[in-house]
C-alpha cells in the first residue's frame, strides 16, 4: 500500500479558492484510480472526484465545473483546485489510492472550512 499526507486546506470566503495536495510515499503512476472524498459531521463519506491512471476524470454533481483532479506523475502527488467554493463545500477532505477492487489507502484529511 502507500501512505499518503494532504495539505492545503483551510478557512476561505465563499467564491474563493483552494488547492489541495495529496503526497504519497511511493509512485503513483501505476495505481489504478486516484481520488478526493470529503466527509461531514454525521455524514457518510462522499466522493468528490477520481482520476484513473490513463488520465479519466470523474466528478460528483455538486462540484462539476468547479473543481479539477489532476495529478503530477513525478512528484507523485494529486491535486485538487476548488473554485467558487461554497458554504456547503466546507468538509474534511480525504484523499484515496485504490489498488485494486478491493484495496485502498486513505490520508489523514484535511479540513477545508468556507465561511465569511
Known amino acids: 500500500q502507500v501512505q499518503l499526507v494532504e495539505s492545503g486546506g483551510g478557512l476561505v470566503q465563499p467564491g474563493g479558492s483552494l488547492r489541495l495536495s495529496c503526497t504519497a510515499s511511493r509512485s503513483i503512476l501505476r495505481i489504478i484510480l486516484m481520488g478526493w472524498y470529503r466527509q461531514t459531521p454525521g455524514k457518510e463519506r462522499e466522493l468528490v472526484a477520481t482520476?484513473?491512471?490513463?488520465?479519466?476524470?470523474n466528478y460528483a454533481n455538486s462540484v462539476k465545473g468547479r473543481f479539477t483532479i489532476s495529478k503530477d506523475n513525478g512528484e507523485d502527488t494529486v491535486y485538487l483546485q476548488m473554485n467558487s467554493l461554497k458554504p456547503e463545500d466546507t468538509a474534511v477532505y480525504y484523499c484515496?489510492?485504490?489498488?485494486?477492487?478491493?484495496?485502498?489507502?486513505w490520508g489523514q484529511g484535511t479540513q477545508v472550512t468556507v465561511s465569511s
Open positions: 482520476l484513473t491512471a490513463n488520465g479519466n476524470t
Open positions: 484515496n489510492a485504490r489498488h485494486s477492487p478491493s484495496i485502498s489507502s
